[in-house]
């Protein structure tokens, strides 16, 4: 079966990406996807390896489009600055793609470097902002878990409706990164005692 006309793999992951922050990363399946396209579920396979590879997929472009976003928020920043940056960027992206952020959560596979790469970006973003407090190592990418955490947790929680005080919650979201650079510095002594 040969592809349809203007059909290409960006088109499919854009629809698939479109079809995952309307709906969710679940309502993403071959048929769904067709559906959307308004092909026949076979003709997907012109561009995708099935269903995983698909999410797969997916997975790397939401983690491209998250590192390009940090790269563009963080350019000639550094310290708390770019710290703040990524925050603020991380959030907005999660926000705005809820699909393309629950996919970019799955670890890759032992075998998958495209994935790995792309997720590798993300981190080295985070390493970098971090430098500047004398975190290198393991100890940097301790605090790339802790950075991560934060983040991810505020997303999670905010998405499952899990702020129920009518506070503001972007001003809790920057008391939450204020609070990380307070304790920044303590990433290094902590790991050097464990």
Excluded: C, W
């Amino acid at each position: 079966m040969s592809p349809r006309i203007g059909l290409d793999r960006d088109s499919v992951l854009r629809a698939a990406a479109e079809l995952a922050d309307a709906e969710g990363l679940e309502a993403v399946t071959l048929a769904t996807l067709a559906a959307k396209l308004r092909i026949r579920s076979p003709s997907l396979y012109n561009h995708v390896n099935g269903l995983q590879d698909l999410r797969r997929q997916l997975a790397r472009h939401g983690l491209e489009l998250l590192a390009f976003a940090l790269r563009r928020e963080m350019a000639g920043k550094s310290g708390g600055e770019a710290v703040r940056a990524l925050s603020r960027s991380y959030l907005s992206f999660a926000r705005a793609h809820p699909g393309l952020y629950e996919a970019i959560q799955r670890a890759p596979g032992p075998d998958d470097d495209a994935l790995r790469e792309a997720g590798g970006e993300v981190v080295g973003l985070i390493v970098q902002a971090v430098s500047v407090y004398g975190l290198e190592g393991d100890a940097a990418l301790h605090a790339v878990r802790i950075v991560r955490s934060l983040l991810h947790g505020f997303v999670s929680l905010e998405r499952q409706g899990g702020f129920g005080l009518p506070l503001d919650l972007d001003a809790t979201f920057r008391l939450m990164v204020e609070t990380f650079l307070a304790g920044v510095g303590t990433i290094r002594s902590g790991f050097d005692s464990l």
